[in-house]
C-alpha cells in the first residue's frame, strides 16, 4: 500500500505559477511510476503528466505541454508538477497517482493503470 498526500493547490491568478507535490511516506515509491490527473465536477478525471520511477521517461497531456513540468526526487520520496502560465480552463482539483512498475515500465496515462491515489488538492486559476 502506498499512501499518496498531495500539496501546493491554491489560488492564483491566469498568467501565474504553482507547483504541486505528491509526497509517500514509505521508499518504495521510488519503484512507482508516477501521474498527476486532475478532475473539475461532472467530468472524467483527466490525465495531466505522468514520469517513470526513475525520472528517465515523462508524458504530458496536450494541454499541458510547454507549460507543466513533472520531475521527482527519489531521495526525498516526492514528485513535483510545476505549473507555468495557468489559465483558468486549469481550474480542477488535481490528484497524485502511482503504481508499482519495472524498471522498462513506460508511466501510463490512463487513470487505471495505476494502484494507489492521494485525496488531491484544489487548484483555482482566476481570469
Known amino acids: 500500500q502506498v499512501q499518496l498526500v498531495e500539496s501546493g493547490g491554491g489560488l492564483v491568478q491566469a498568467g501565474g505559477s504553482l507547483r504541486l507535490s505528491c509526497t509517500a511516506p514509505?521508499?518504495?515509491?521510488?519503484?512507482?511510476?508516477v501521474g498527476w490527473f486532475r478532475q473539475t465536477p461532472g467530468q472524467e478525471r483527466e490525465f495531466v503528466a505522468a514520469?517513470?520511477?526513475?525520472?528517465?521517461?515523462?508524458v504530458y497531456s496536450d494541454s499541458a505541454k510547454g507549460r507543466f513540468t513533472i520531475s521527482r526526487d527519489n531521495a526525498k520520496n516526492t514528485v513535483y508538477l510545476q505549473m507555468n502560465t495557468l489559465k483558468p480552463e486549469d481550474t480542477a482539483v488535481y490528484y497524485c497517482a502511482a503504481r508499482d512498475a519495472i524498471l522498462t515500465m513506460p508511466p501510463g496515462v490512463q487513470p487505471g493503470s495505476y494502484h494507489f491515489w492521494g485525496q488531491g488538492t484544489q487548484v483555482t486559476v482566476s481570469s
Open positions: 514509505r521508499p518504495t515509491f521510488s519503484r512507482c511510476n
Open positions: 514520469i517513470s520511477r526513475n525520472g528517465g521517461s515523462s
